[in-house]
């Protein structure tokens, strides 16, 4: 199980999470490519139900990052 | 799942989320979400029910200002209420979605919902109450439900 490389759908805050994913991409920090990062103005935008659609549309893991 | 809070200046931060993240999703294999598309679809109905969203919304004032009684809820409390709450419509949905299966006896929708036998026929008698299934009759000495 561990060479298998997981989809996770992130949710990003704007002004939070969103903003040091990008800070650590401009001072070219590595992190794994297996998010798929959805920016959100703000965590608390975040629904439940956009958790299981992203279950049910395949993903493997939800991180959501204020 | 996994929540952090990251502030926009703390990118090694980031990085440290995202790669514990991903080690821990790894660990735990793939989702199978074909194989738990029932559960999936009982969830979405629950997080998008009304009652449970008013539950949901009303925590913050009735826990830190009161009901429109003036008591004020002990978060505990109101958590472990609003846990069985969510539990029951969760299992009530599982129910209607293996009524909808064709799994219609009570025997059946225990075994394809994985709940014991008292808790279904307990629901099933509730959800009658409340018009959502249906009394079908008896097939081969057995009660079939449907729902509305």
């Given at each position: 199980m561990a060479d298998y490389e997981p989809k996770i759908v992130a949710f990003l805050c704007n002004w939070c999470a969103y903003a040091g994913a990008d800070l650590a991409g401009v001072s070219r920090l590595q992190y794994p490519s297996n998010l798929r990062t959805i920016r959100v103005?703000?965590?608390?935008?975040?629904?439940?139900s956009f958790i299981i659609k992203a279950f049910q549309e395949g993903c493997d893991g939800v991180l959501v990052s204020g | 799942m996994h929540l952090a809070w990251v502030s926009s200046a703390e990118a090694q931060h980031f990085v440290d989320v995202a790669n514990k993240v991903t080690e821990s999703i790894k660990s735990q294999g793939p989702l199978k979400a074909d194989e738990l598309q029932m559960q999936l679809s009982a969830a979405e109905m629950t997080v998008n029910e009304e009652a449970v969203r008013w539950l949901v919304g009303k925590e913050i004032t009735i826990t830190s200002k009161g009901d429109v009684y003036g008591r004020k809820w002990d978060v505990n409390r109101y958590e472990a209420f609003l846990d069985s709450a969510l539990e029951k419509v969760y299992h009530k949905n599982l129910i209607c979605l293996a009524i909808k299966a064709d799994f219609t006896s009570v025997r059946e929708i225990s075994k394809k919902t994985g709940l014991i036998l008292q808790r279904v026929s307990y629901l099933l008698a509730d959800l009658e109450k409340t018009n959502?299934?249906?009394?079908m009759g008896m097939q081969d000495s057995k009660p079939v439900f449907a729902v509305i």
């Amino acid at each position: 199980m561990a060479d298998y490389e997981p989809k996770i759908v992130a949710f990003l805050c704007n002004w939070c999470a969103y903003a040091g994913a990008d800070l650590a991409g401009v001072s070219r920090l590595q992190y794994p490519s297996n998010l798929r990062t959805i920016r959100v103005m703000c965590s608390g935008r975040i629904d439940p139900s956009f958790i299981i659609k992203a279950f049910q549309e395949g993903c493997d893991g939800v991180l959501v990052s204020g | 799942m996994h929540l952090a809070w990251v502030s926009s200046a703390e990118a090694q931060h980031f990085v440290d989320v995202a790669n514990k993240v991903t080690e821990s999703i790894k660990s735990q294999g793939p989702l199978k979400a074909d194989e738990l598309q029932m559960q999936l679809s009982a969830a979405e109905m629950t997080v998008n029910e009304e009652a449970v969203r008013w539950l949901v919304g009303k925590e913050i004032t009735i826990t830190s200002k009161g009901d429109v009684y003036g008591r004020k809820w002990d978060v505990n409390r109101y958590e472990a209420f609003l846990d069985s709450a969510l539990e029951k419509v969760y299992h009530k949905n599982l129910i209607c979605l293996a009524i909808k299966a064709d799994f219609t006896s009570v025997r059946e929708i225990s075994k394809k919902t994985g709940l014991i036998l008292q808790r279904v026929s307990y629901l099933l008698a509730d959800l009658e109450k409340t018009n959502m299934v249906e009394f079908m009759g008896m097939q081969d000495s057995k009660p079939v439900f449907a729902v509305i």
